[in-house]
């Protein structure tokens, strides 16, 4: 009787475990009775399970079920194997990108600002469910990058209410939103992703000032030899803004300043502006970088003392030379290169990109009456020097060699100097174990960097592997961003192939013809062979 009665409970369970799964999948809404309803299905079974434990075990002292007893144990044992590997690469994956240009891995810029994540950061990819795929690629490799990163795919036309609330308008739109703050765009680029991603990690722009009035370089020029236009889009790339700023008018460097840059000035500062400039350096914890080119008539150099003479209080000494590099295959003289490795510093670091200077003077380090020691960051190769004699230069019939006698500088010749310099006014100290030291926001300092030239961010030699990553380490390096000083996104190489009308027919015979007709005579002669 108690055997009838458990068979019959028996089959009640896996009535009602059967029928939750099915109103799993056709009434979602009864999900919560249907939970209860498989348990007291899996109940049940398990009673009658334990009711029969006579002939269960009667049942396992059989040889034969012995036998498959282990066979069945190894099989659970390998699918728990796989199931375990599984699980593993799931959690701790690995990737490889093994193609040419590394299309499928995200620059250092990128990765190390993933890795600056606090927060979770949400990307939502809003586009029709057909195209939705095309952006996985590219976002799998942020979701890699970091586990704060999580990223959704909405199909606009089933879901209109999510599509409004971001105020998604486009086809093809990722959302990157990151505590409270969102950012769009429209491409999959990694370029434009990662700068959406700057913007909300850091909302806040920061402001550089091109000094103007001394026949300065123009960011907004975009003229190939002199203009700034393209450095001035990388600027922006990294979430700053620009403005150009006549000194010798305002009389005053704004507020919001937080680099000021005096690129390639071809004539000196006035007097009444050394003293603004230093004001803001001293008294406001500013940044200055100066590009500061040779002189324009090597015939008849003119000094730039005012110039010159602020840098010296910062430990940066200029020296009016021209840097020459016989580092080519000929012993001609040519625009000097930097190659790694460069010289210790948070600007360089792990910099493995060559960098070349159109005409470029040598600026040493040295320590100032005020104490402030410069570095360098920047070096040309040990087969170049500064050449001192410049009228030298112009003289075609007689070649220049290093003569250190006439004081010629030998390489490796320092080429870009920077100094930092601890605020004057202390900041007032935090209270006792309320923040951790990694909290803490970074101590401000004065810093001024030089680089002996002010072409090698035109437009015309942008093209050079490391001139734009260079600046841009310099400027962040300037507003103490540090996590900002990287190798930041490059467009994927261009791989299409042009062929002539010719070629193309001539690809066309070969692959519809004279190929399938090789191996069409291939096979005959081989079937005439053997008859």
Known sequence: MVQRILSLLSWVGVVLVFGALVVRFTKPEWDQYATYGAYAGLALVLLYTFGQWREIVAFFQRRNARYGTIAAASVVVVLGILVAINYLSDRRNKRWDLTENRQYSLSE????????LTAPAKF??????????????????YK????????????????????????????????????GRTERVTTDSEQDITNALIKVVNPTAKKVYFLSGHGEKDPG????????SSIADALKR????????????????????????????????????????????????????????????????????????????????????VVLDVTGLTSNPTAPVAVPPYPAHAITNNFGFITAFPLV?????????????????????????????????????NPVSADPAQGDIPGPVSIGVATAVPASTPEPTLAANTKKPEDEPKKPETRVAAIGDSDFIANAYLGVEGNRDLFMNVVNWLAQQENMIAIRPREPADRRMTLTENKTTAILLLSIFVIPGVVLGAGVYSWWRRR
């Open 109 to 116: 810029q990128s990765n190390k600002l993933l890795g600056s």
């Open 221 to 228: 020029n975009s003229d190939r030899k002199i203009g700034y």
């Open 361 to 397: 003077r040598a600026l040493q380090p040295e320590t100032s009456p005020q104490k402030r020691s410069g570095q360098t960051f920047l070096q040309t190769g040990a087969r170049s020097w500064a050449e001192k004699s410049l009228a030298s230069l112009t003289d075609q019939k």
């Open 238 to 321: 990294d979430n700053f803004e620009f403005a150009t700023l006549a000194l010798a008018q305002t009389g005053e460097i704004p507020k919001d300043a937080t680099v000021l840059v005096i690129a390639g000035p071809r004539t000196d500062l006035i007097e009444q502006e050394v003293p603004v400039i230093d004001n803001y350096l001293t008294m406001r914890t500013g940044k200055l970088l100066v590009l500061f080119d040779p002189p324009d008539n090597l015939k008849e150099p003119a000094s730039m003392p005012r110039l010159a003479g602020l840098l010296d209080q910062w430990g940066i000494k200029s020296t009016d030379t």
């Open 124 to 141: 939502m990819v809003f586009d029709q469910a057909t195209n939705l795929e095309r952006f996985r690629p590219r976002l799998d490799a």
């Open 144 to 179: 890699y990058g970091s586990s704060q990163v999580q990223v959704d795919y909405v199909d606009v036309d089933k879901d209109p209410v999510k599509t409004k609330e971001y105020k998604v308008d486009t086809y093809g739109t990722i959302v990157v939103e990151y505590m």
